[in-house]
Protein backbone atom coordinates (compact mmCIF):
# COMPACT_ATOMS: atom_id res chain seq x y z
CA UNK A 1 0.00 0.00 0.00
CA UNK A 2 1.10 3.80 -1.21
CA UNK A 3 -0.51 6.51 1.02
CA UNK A 4 -0.61 9.63 -1.13
CA UNK A 5 0.28 12.73 1.46
CA UNK A 6 0.12 16.31 1.35
CA UNK A 7 2.23 18.94 3.33
CA UNK A 8 0.61 22.30 4.51
CA UNK A 9 3.21 24.03 5.52
CA UNK A 10 5.85 22.73 3.57
CA UNK A 11 8.50 26.34 3.69
CA UNK A 12 8.33 26.34 7.26
CA UNK A 13 10.64 24.62 9.84
CA UNK A 14 7.89 21.39 11.25
CA UNK A 15 6.61 20.83 7.21
CA UNK A 16 10.18 20.79 6.21
CA UNK A 17 11.08 18.39 8.60
CA UNK A 18 8.11 16.36 7.69
CA UNK A 19 9.02 16.38 4.18
CA UNK A 20 12.58 14.85 5.42
CA UNK A 21 10.98 11.74 7.39
CA UNK A 22 7.90 11.51 4.32
CA UNK A 23 10.27 11.40 1.32
CA UNK A 24 12.26 8.16 2.70
CA UNK A 25 8.82 6.81 4.50
CA UNK A 26 8.95 3.42 2.47
CA UNK A 27 4.69 3.25 2.64
CA UNK A 28 4.45 7.04 1.59
CA UNK A 29 3.95 9.26 -1.78
CA UNK A 30 4.78 12.65 -1.52
CA UNK A 31 1.62 14.48 -3.23
CA UNK A 32 1.30 18.61 -2.79
CA UNK A 33 3.43 20.77 -1.03
CA UNK A 34 1.79 24.00 -0.06
CA UNK A 35 2.79 27.72 2.01
CA UNK A 36 1.71 31.17 2.17
CA UNK A 37 4.34 33.59 1.27
CA UNK A 38 6.42 31.26 -0.34
CA UNK A 39 3.85 29.63 -2.56
CA UNK A 40 5.04 29.57 -6.38
CA UNK A 41 8.88 28.89 -5.62
CA UNK A 42 10.21 25.61 -5.92
CA UNK A 43 10.76 23.63 -2.65
CA UNK A 44 14.38 23.55 -3.30
CA UNK A 45 14.48 27.28 -2.91
CA UNK A 46 13.58 27.28 0.51
CA UNK A 47 14.65 23.99 2.08
CA UNK A 48 17.27 23.11 0.32
CA UNK A 49 18.28 19.78 2.28
CA UNK A 50 15.75 18.13 0.55
CA UNK A 51 17.58 17.14 -3.20
CA UNK A 52 14.76 14.56 -3.94
CA UNK A 53 11.93 16.76 -3.70
CA UNK A 54 14.10 20.14 -4.79
CA UNK A 55 11.79 20.64 -7.91
CA UNK A 56 8.79 20.59 -6.56
CA UNK A 57 6.28 23.72 -6.82
CA UNK A 58 5.20 25.35 -3.57
CA UNK A 59 1.31 25.92 -3.93
CA UNK A 60 -1.04 27.98 -2.25
CA UNK A 61 -2.81 26.48 1.09
CA UNK A 62 -5.98 25.97 -0.11
CA UNK A 63 -8.59 22.82 0.11
CA UNK A 64 -8.12 22.71 -3.70
CA UNK A 65 -4.76 22.13 -3.66
CA UNK A 66 -4.92 19.92 -0.34
CA UNK A 67 -8.00 17.53 -2.06
CA UNK A 68 -7.38 14.27 -3.03
CA UNK A 69 -4.89 12.70 -0.49
CA UNK A 70 -4.79 10.29 1.72
CA UNK A 71 -3.03 11.90 4.59
CA UNK A 72 -3.06 15.88 4.84
CA UNK A 73 -0.03 17.04 7.46
CA UNK A 74 -1.09 20.75 8.35
CA UNK A 75 2.12 22.53 9.59
CA UNK A 76 0.63 25.93 10.03
CA UNK A 77 -0.02 28.79 12.08
CA UNK A 78 -1.90 28.13 15.17
CA UNK A 79 -5.30 28.98 14.21
CA UNK A 80 -5.36 28.15 10.76
CA UNK A 81 -6.25 24.33 11.26
CA UNK A 82 -10.05 24.72 11.67
CA UNK A 83 -11.16 26.11 8.67
CA UNK A 84 -9.33 24.01 6.20
CA UNK A 85 -10.12 20.51 7.77
CA UNK A 86 -13.87 21.32 7.37
CA UNK A 87 -13.17 21.82 3.59
CA UNK A 88 -11.17 18.42 3.00
CA UNK A 89 -13.07 15.15 2.51
CA UNK A 90 -14.22 13.53 5.88
CA UNK A 91 -11.96 10.26 5.05
CA UNK A 92 -8.83 12.00 4.66
CA UNK A 93 -6.39 11.72 7.39
CA UNK A 94 -5.72 14.90 8.91
CA UNK A 95 -2.92 15.04 10.83
CA UNK A 96 -2.51 19.23 12.41
CA UNK A 97 1.04 19.63 13.94
CA UNK A 98 -0.85 22.91 15.38
CA UNK A 99 -2.38 23.42 18.87
CA UNK A 100 -5.54 23.98 17.59
CA UNK A 101 -7.13 21.00 18.32
CA UNK A 102 -5.33 19.68 21.47
CA UNK A 103 -7.18 21.14 23.80
CA UNK A 104 -10.15 19.36 25.63
CA UNK A 105 -10.92 22.56 28.03
CA UNK A 106 -12.31 24.91 26.08
CA UNK A 107 -11.93 27.35 28.91
CA UNK A 108 -8.21 26.68 28.71
CA UNK A 109 -8.32 27.08 25.51
CA UNK A 110 -9.92 30.60 25.25
CA UNK A 111 -7.60 31.59 28.35
CA UNK A 112 -4.40 31.03 26.76
CA UNK A 113 -4.83 31.23 23.30
CA UNK A 114 -7.18 34.12 23.59
CA UNK A 115 -9.97 32.42 20.80
CA UNK A 116 -12.72 30.45 20.51
CA UNK A 117 -12.11 26.63 21.23
CA UNK A 118 -12.40 24.52 17.45
CA UNK A 119 -12.53 21.11 19.45
CA UNK A 120 -10.52 18.51 20.35
CA UNK A 121 -8.94 15.56 18.13
CA UNK A 122 -7.16 12.05 18.94
CA UNK A 123 -3.76 12.98 20.79
CA UNK A 124 -0.72 12.02 19.03
CA UNK A 125 1.00 10.92 22.03
CA UNK A 126 1.08 7.17 21.81
CA UNK A 127 3.21 6.27 24.98
CA UNK A 128 0.32 7.62 26.71
CA UNK A 129 -1.87 5.25 28.35
CA UNK A 130 -4.67 4.13 25.90
CA UNK A 131 -2.62 6.39 22.91
CA UNK A 132 -2.13 3.98 20.77
CA UNK A 133 -6.31 3.02 21.09
CA UNK A 134 -7.04 6.43 20.44
CA UNK A 135 -5.17 6.81 17.58
CA UNK A 136 -6.23 3.53 15.66
CA UNK A 137 -8.32 4.36 12.73
CA UNK A 138 -8.48 7.74 13.48
CA UNK A 139 -9.30 10.20 10.71
CA UNK A 140 -7.88 13.40 12.44
CA UNK A 141 -4.98 14.11 14.80
CA UNK A 142 -3.51 16.71 17.23
CA UNK A 143 0.32 16.27 17.39
CA UNK A 144 1.15 17.75 20.35
CA UNK A 145 3.28 20.80 21.63
CA UNK A 146 6.95 19.84 21.63
CA UNK A 147 7.46 21.15 25.48
CA UNK A 148 4.57 18.44 26.46
CA UNK A 149 5.87 15.14 24.33
CA UNK A 150 9.33 16.21 26.11
CA UNK A 151 7.45 16.56 29.72
CA UNK A 152 4.95 14.47 30.00
CA UNK A 153 7.06 11.67 28.65
CA UNK A 154 9.44 12.33 31.33
CA UNK A 155 6.74 12.14 34.10
CA UNK A 156 4.15 10.51 33.52
CA UNK A 157 5.11 7.10 34.53
CA UNK A 158 5.51 8.33 37.98
CA UNK A 159 2.04 9.71 37.92
CA UNK A 160 0.56 6.10 36.58
CA UNK A 161 2.48 4.31 39.69
CA UNK A 162 1.18 7.13 42.23
CA UNK A 163 4.91 7.62 43.11
CA UNK A 164 5.05 11.72 43.32
CA UNK A 165 1.90 14.51 44.83
CA UNK A 166 0.15 16.31 41.77
CA UNK A 167 2.27 18.77 41.77
CA UNK A 168 5.63 19.25 39.13
CA UNK A 169 7.88 21.98 38.80
CA UNK A 170 9.28 22.06 35.00
CA UNK A 171 12.75 23.67 33.58
CA UNK A 172 13.22 23.21 30.03
CA UNK A 173 15.37 24.90 27.59
CA UNK A 174 14.67 24.52 23.83
CA UNK A 175 16.54 25.24 20.74
CA UNK A 176 15.29 28.38 18.50
CA UNK A 177 13.54 26.13 15.64
CA UNK A 178 10.97 25.99 18.23
CA UNK A 179 9.74 29.24 17.42
CA UNK A 180 9.44 29.24 13.82
CA UNK A 181 10.38 30.67 11.15
CA UNK A 182 9.56 33.79 11.40
CA UNK A 183 12.50 36.40 12.21
CA UNK A 184 11.10 37.69 15.60
CA UNK A 185 13.66 39.87 17.12
CA UNK A 186 14.46 37.96 20.38
CA UNK A 187 15.41 35.03 18.13
CA UNK A 188 18.38 37.07 16.05
CA UNK A 189 21.25 35.28 15.65
CA UNK A 190 22.73 38.28 17.71
CA UNK A 191 20.22 37.74 20.54
CA UNK A 192 20.41 34.28 21.20
CA UNK A 193 24.00 33.49 20.74
CA UNK A 194 26.05 33.28 24.05
CA UNK A 195 22.80 33.51 26.02
CA UNK A 196 19.97 32.08 27.84
CA UNK A 197 17.03 33.78 29.17
CA UNK A 198 13.50 32.18 30.28
CA UNK A 199 9.95 33.22 28.79
CA UNK A 200 6.91 32.93 29.57
CA UNK A 201 7.60 32.66 33.68
CA UNK A 202 4.97 32.54 36.09
CA UNK A 203 2.49 29.85 34.32
CA UNK A 204 1.80 32.04 31.33
CA UNK A 205 2.89 29.69 28.92
CA UNK A 206 0.27 27.82 26.14
CA UNK A 207 1.96 24.48 26.94
CA UNK A 208 1.05 24.85 30.32
CA UNK A 209 -2.78 23.72 29.97
CA UNK A 210 -1.70 20.80 27.73
CA UNK A 211 1.38 19.73 30.38
CA UNK A 212 -1.77 19.71 33.36
CA UNK A 213 -4.23 17.64 31.03
CA UNK A 214 -1.93 14.91 30.25
CA UNK A 215 -0.04 14.56 33.70
CA UNK A 216 -3.56 14.80 35.26
CA UNK A 217 -4.91 11.96 32.89
CA UNK A 218 -2.18 9.31 33.56
CA UNK A 219 -2.63 10.76 37.64
CA UNK A 220 -6.34 10.23 37.62
CA UNK A 221 -6.62 13.41 39.61
CA UNK A 222 -5.40 17.51 38.63
CA UNK A 223 -2.09 17.94 38.57
CA UNK A 224 -0.80 21.46 39.01
CA UNK A 225 2.16 22.28 36.66
CA UNK A 226 4.97 25.44 37.47
CA UNK A 227 6.58 25.78 33.81
CA UNK A 228 9.57 27.46 32.69
CA UNK A 229 10.66 27.13 29.08
CA UNK A 230 14.37 28.81 28.24
CA UNK A 231 15.29 29.63 24.75
CA UNK A 232 18.66 27.79 24.43
CA UNK A 233 21.32 28.96 21.94
CA UNK A 234 21.14 25.61 19.64
CA UNK A 235 18.98 25.23 16.42
CA UNK A 236 16.84 22.38 17.51
CA UNK A 237 16.23 20.32 20.48
CA UNK A 238 14.51 20.56 24.22
CA UNK A 239 16.22 19.27 27.26
CA UNK A 240 13.52 19.11 30.07
CA UNK A 241 14.20 18.89 33.90
CA UNK A 242 11.23 17.49 35.79
CA UNK A 243 10.10 17.03 39.22
CA UNK A 244 7.58 16.24 41.85
CA UNK A 245 6.98 15.53 45.30
CA UNK A 246 7.57 11.59 46.61
CA UNK A 247 4.25 10.56 48.50
CA UNK A 248 4.58 9.71 51.76
CA UNK A 249 5.33 5.69 52.18
CA UNK A 250 7.71 5.92 48.86
CA UNK A 251 11.53 5.33 50.07
CA UNK A 252 13.54 8.18 49.33
CA UNK A 253 16.82 6.80 50.58
CA UNK A 254 19.08 8.24 47.48
CA UNK A 255 18.61 5.01 45.93
CA UNK A 256 16.26 5.12 42.89
CA UNK A 257 15.48 1.13 42.90
CA UNK A 258 11.32 1.72 42.67
CA UNK A 259 10.77 4.80 40.51
CA UNK A 260 13.57 2.82 38.22
CA UNK A 261 11.36 -0.37 37.94
CA UNK A 262 8.12 1.73 37.29
CA UNK A 263 9.65 3.55 34.23
CA UNK A 264 11.66 0.56 33.20
CA UNK A 265 8.64 -1.25 33.13
CA UNK A 266 6.54 1.66 31.69
CA UNK A 267 9.30 1.72 28.50
CA UNK A 268 10.61 -1.46 28.10
CA UNK A 269 8.43 -1.88 25.29
CA UNK A 270 8.13 1.38 23.61
CA UNK A 271 10.11 1.91 20.51
CA UNK A 272 11.22 5.61 20.84
CA UNK A 273 11.78 5.94 24.13
CA UNK A 274 15.11 5.09 26.19
CA UNK A 275 15.21 4.94 29.52
CA UNK A 276 19.04 5.72 29.94
CA UNK A 277 21.37 3.30 32.27
CA UNK A 278 22.10 4.83 35.87
CA UNK A 279 24.47 7.51 35.59
CA UNK A 280 24.26 8.52 32.49
CA UNK A 281 22.24 11.83 31.67
CA UNK A 282 19.96 12.81 28.05
CA UNK A 283 21.46 15.36 25.94
CA UNK A 284 20.13 17.01 22.99
CA UNK A 285 23.18 15.97 20.57
CA UNK A 286 22.40 12.39 21.27
CA UNK A 287 18.85 12.83 20.09
CA UNK A 288 19.48 14.84 16.89
CA UNK A 289 17.51 14.17 14.23
CA UNK A 290 16.00 10.83 15.76
CA UNK A 291 12.77 10.31 16.89
CA UNK A 292 14.44 8.83 20.19
CA UNK A 293 13.28 10.40 23.76
CA UNK A 294 16.01 9.60 26.25
CA UNK A 295 14.94 9.74 30.10
CA UNK A 296 16.96 9.70 32.93
CA UNK A 297 15.22 10.00 36.79
CA UNK A 298 16.68 10.33 40.03
CA UNK A 299 16.05 10.39 43.88
CA UNK A 300 16.63 13.38 45.31
CA UNK A 301 16.32 12.24 49.53
CA UNK A 302 16.73 15.51 51.10
CA UNK A 303 14.47 17.36 49.17
CA UNK A 304 12.17 14.22 48.64
CA UNK A 305 11.57 14.96 45.03
CA UNK A 306 11.56 12.66 42.24
CA UNK A 307 13.77 14.13 39.62
CA UNK A 308 12.95 13.19 35.21
CA UNK A 309 14.55 14.77 32.67
CA UNK A 310 14.34 14.52 29.50
CA UNK A 311 15.68 15.29 25.57
CA UNK A 312 13.89 15.24 22.24
CA UNK A 313 14.79 16.89 18.93
CA UNK A 314 11.70 19.01 19.72
CA UNK A 315 11.36 19.19 15.27
CA UNK A 316 11.51 15.17 15.19
CA UNK A 317 9.57 13.02 18.13
CA UNK A 318 8.46 16.84 19.18
CA UNK A 319 6.82 17.30 16.16
CA UNK A 320 7.07 15.57 12.64
CA UNK A 321 8.39 11.98 14.06
CA UNK A 322 5.89 12.02 16.35
CA UNK A 323 3.26 12.81 13.55
CA UNK A 324 4.29 10.48 11.24
CA UNK A 325 4.79 8.17 14.15
CA UNK A 326 0.64 8.67 14.85
CA UNK A 327 -0.24 8.42 11.23
CA UNK A 328 1.53 4.98 11.22
CA UNK A 329 -0.86 3.43 13.83
CA UNK A 330 -3.65 5.38 12.66
CA UNK A 331 -3.13 3.72 9.53
CA UNK A 332 -2.10 0.30 10.86
CA UNK A 333 1.26 0.70 9.36
CA UNK A 334 4.50 -0.73 11.10
CA UNK A 335 4.61 2.50 14.20
CA UNK A 336 8.23 2.36 13.26
CA UNK A 337 8.13 3.03 9.43
CA UNK A 338 10.01 5.94 8.04
CA UNK A 339 11.32 6.85 11.66
CA UNK A 340 14.82 7.09 12.76
CA UNK A 341 16.17 5.89 16.25
CA UNK A 342 19.37 6.82 15.26
CA UNK A 343 20.66 10.37 16.17
CA UNK A 344 23.53 12.69 14.45
CA UNK A 345 26.80 12.61 16.33
CA UNK A 346 29.08 14.78 17.31
N1 LIG B 1 8.83 24.37 15.41
C1 LIG B 1 8.52 23.46 16.31
O1 LIG B 1 9.39 22.94 17.06
C2 LIG B 1 7.13 22.99 16.43
C3 LIG B 1 6.11 23.49 15.63
N2 LIG B 1 4.85 23.00 15.79
C4 LIG B 1 3.74 23.54 15.05
O2 LIG B 1 3.88 23.42 13.66
C5 LIG B 1 3.24 24.53 13.02
C6 LIG B 1 4.25 25.18 12.09
O3 LIG B 1 5.34 25.62 12.88
P1 LIG B 1 6.75 25.98 12.26
O4 LIG B 1 7.04 25.12 11.09
O5 LIG B 1 7.67 26.02 13.37
O6 LIG B 1 6.46 27.48 11.72
P2 LIG B 1 7.17 28.25 10.52
O7 LIG B 1 6.96 29.69 10.81
O8 LIG B 1 8.56 27.77 10.34
O9 LIG B 1 6.31 27.84 9.25
C7 LIG B 1 4.98 28.25 9.09
C8 LIG B 1 4.42 27.72 7.80
O10 LIG B 1 3.06 28.14 7.66
C9 LIG B 1 2.92 28.95 6.50
N3 LIG B 1 2.01 30.06 6.80
C10 LIG B 1 2.27 31.19 7.49
N4 LIG B 1 1.16 31.96 7.58
C11 LIG B 1 0.18 31.29 6.93
C12 LIG B 1 -1.19 31.56 6.65
N5 LIG B 1 -1.78 32.67 7.08
N6 LIG B 1 -1.89 30.64 5.94
C13 LIG B 1 -1.31 29.52 5.48
N7 LIG B 1 -0.01 29.22 5.70
C14 LIG B 1 0.71 30.08 6.42
C15 LIG B 1 4.31 29.43 6.15
O11 LIG B 1 4.37 29.67 4.75
P3 LIG B 1 5.38 30.78 4.11
O12 LIG B 1 6.72 30.53 4.71
O13 LIG B 1 5.34 30.44 2.65
O14 LIG B 1 4.82 32.11 4.42
C16 LIG B 1 5.15 28.22 6.57
O15 LIG B 1 5.08 27.20 5.59
C17 LIG B 1 2.77 25.49 14.12
O16 LIG B 1 1.41 25.31 14.37
C18 LIG B 1 3.58 25.04 15.30
O17 LIG B 1 2.87 25.22 16.46
C19 LIG B 1 4.59 21.98 16.66
C20 LIG B 1 5.55 21.47 17.47
C21 LIG B 1 6.90 21.98 17.45
C1 LIG C 1 11.41 28.08 21.48
C2 LIG C 1 9.94 28.37 21.27
O1 LIG C 1 9.55 29.51 21.04
N1 LIG C 1 9.10 27.33 21.35
C3 LIG C 1 7.69 27.46 21.13
C4 LIG C 1 7.04 26.11 21.28
C5 LIG C 1 7.09 25.26 20.06
C6 LIG C 1 5.99 24.22 20.00
O2 LIG C 1 6.00 23.06 20.07
O3 LIG C 1 4.90 24.70 20.04
P1 LIG C 1 3.57 24.71 19.26
O4 LIG C 1 3.43 23.52 18.43
O5 LIG C 1 2.53 24.76 20.30
O6 LIG C 1 3.72 25.96 18.49
C7 LIG C 1 7.05 28.40 22.13
O7 LIG C 1 7.52 28.51 23.25
O8 LIG C 1 5.96 28.92 21.81
Known amino acids: MTVRVAVAGASGYAGGE ?11 EVGA ?15 PQLPQLA ?5 DTS ?12 ALPHGQS ?13 VDCGADFRLRDPAAWERFYGSPHAGSWPYGLPELPGGREELKGATRIAVPGCYPTAVTLALFPAYVAGLVEPEAVVVAASGTSGAGRSP ?5 GSEVMGSMSPYGVGGGH ?12 AAGEHVTVSFTPTLAPMPRGILATCSARLRPGIAATGRDDEARAVFGAAYADEPFVRLLPPGQWPSTAAVLGSNTVQVQIAVDP ?11 DNLTKGTAGGAVQSMNIALGLPERLGLPTNGVAP
Not at 206 to 217: A, C, D, G, K, Y
Open 33 to 47: VTAHTSAGRPLGSVQ
Open 55 to 59: DRLLL
Open 206 to 217: RHTPELVQNLSL
Open 302 to 312: QARRLICVSAI
Open 18 to 28: LLRLLASHPGV
Open 82 to 94: AALATELETGTLI
Open 63 to 74: ADSLRGHDVVFL
Open 184 to 188: APHLL
